[in-house]
């Protein structure tokens, strides 16, 4: 039988637990890492930013992030521009029955926005240090992210399931992203994407970094309600490439945040391996004792009111901030010291910073988890 031509192909793609990092033929001393990573001027000390998420940012944790070298995103979409005190509002959804949470949730979200909440919110994390990094979606960015600007927020996060740079709507002028960075004179983040294409548009906008990732966070199910989405290692390895012809082609160099997914610390290695300058995390986040939820976590679109894709979970407080970055640990699943992961893996491949830590060797490897795990997989581990 002659198999046609012009058949659908299904190329592979890897997520985490599909690849190994390699050693590198050198290695260095883990403290001589260097682990900054820089936005358009902002620049960080550890290359982690906690996800514009109500259940894990609020202005006390943003300059909590801050001092820890990070930086977190608030979202300007959520509870902090419906409420002026958002205790009540998480402590219900905390007390919210499984099987009511999403239709309360649904309830709590529907309430108005008050633009004049933003420059509250903003002006919090400011008198606290903080750096203010704030999220619309793209339906607000144009009418909301000026009045974020204009309180003093440092950074603007543009972020939807999915972003392209060529966006077909009934409006007459939709949002054009060169025009409104143009206007707002601060970096300015886009996402989230997972192909070569889209991040190089976007890239050709003006912009200052661009998040991958469709679906692959804990509390997201759009890959099970839409059916989207590209596993993480390759959809940071396509953008990365995008990434790396635009600086060659234009001299600019844009980062790219592999967001979503990530759970340990070495899911956080192999981001960077992929080709992240950073990375965008939530649940683990969501279970520091600073987390504004109390344990609680849940998607940006649990509380949809056609279409919930996300789920609230509830993932209990455990560590704190500083533990969950800078240990110590005595855990071995590597939750974890997420820093000292990856000064430690850096060292492993001789890279002294984090464009050296792009260029090591990854191979497919999906027995790296399993191989010689016989006693460990019989739950006899410590």
């Not at 082609?249 to 980062?255: A, D, F, M, N, V």
């Amino acid at each position: 039988m002659k198999v046609p031509r012009n058949f659908k192909e299904l190329k592979p793609a890897y997520g985490f637990d599909d690849v190994a990092i390699a050693p590198g033929d050198i290695t260095i001393n883990p403290e001589m890492a260097d682990l900054s990573t820089n936005f358009d001027g902002i620049k960080l000390d550890v290359p982690f930013i906690a996800s514009a998420m109500d259940a894990v940012v609020d202005p006390k944790f943003a300059i909590e992030m801050t001092k820890a070298g990070g930086m977190a995103v608030m979202n300007m979409d959520g509870l902090h521009t419906r409420y002026e005190d958002t205790d009540a509002v998480y402590e219900e959804i905390a007390a919210s029955p499984r099987e009511e949470a999403t239709a309360i949730m649904q309830r709590i979200y529907s309430a108005p926005q008050k633009p004049e909440l933003i420059a509250k919110k903003v002006e919090e994390v400011k008198k606290g240090g903080g750096v203010a990094a704030v999220s619309f979606v793209p339906q607000n960015a144009k009418r909301m992210a000026p009045l974020a600007v204009e309180a003093g927020a440092d950074m603007v996060v543009v972020q939807g399931t999915v972003v392209t740079a060529r966006h077909s709507s009934k409006s007459l002028k939709g949002l054009v992203f060169s025009d409104m960075i143009k206007d707002l004179k601060v970096p300015v983040l886009v996402g989230n994407t997972v192909s070569y294409e889209v991040t190089k548009e976007l890239m050709q906008q003006g912009i200052a970094g661009v998040m991958v990732g469709v679906g692959p966070g804990s509390v997201c199910t759009s890959r099970e309600v839409l059916g989207i989405g590209i596993p993480q290692v390759s959809a940071t390895i396509e953008c990365a490439a995008a990434r790396d012809d635009f600086f060659k082609e234009t001299g600019k160099y844009i980062p790219i945040i592999t967001d979503g997914g990530i759970r340990t610390g070495g899911d956080v290695c192999k981001s960077f391996a992929a080709g992240a300058n950073a990375v965008m995390i939530g649940s683990p986040f969501a279970k520091t004792e600073e987390a504004p939820a109390k344990g609680y976590h849940w998607g940006m679109a649990t509380w949809h009111d056609s279409l919930p894709r996300g789920t609230r979970i509830n993932m209990g407080t455990e560590y704190s901030l500083h533990q969950l970055l800078y240990g110590p640990s005595s855990r071995t699943d590597g939750t974890l010291n997420l820093v000292g992961a990856l000064q430690v893996c850096m060292g492993y491949v001789g890279a002294e910073n984090l464009r050296e830590m792009n260029k090591a060797r990854m191979v497919y490897a999906p027995a790296i988890k399993t191989e010689g795990k016989i006693y460990q997989q019989a739950g006899l581990g410590s």
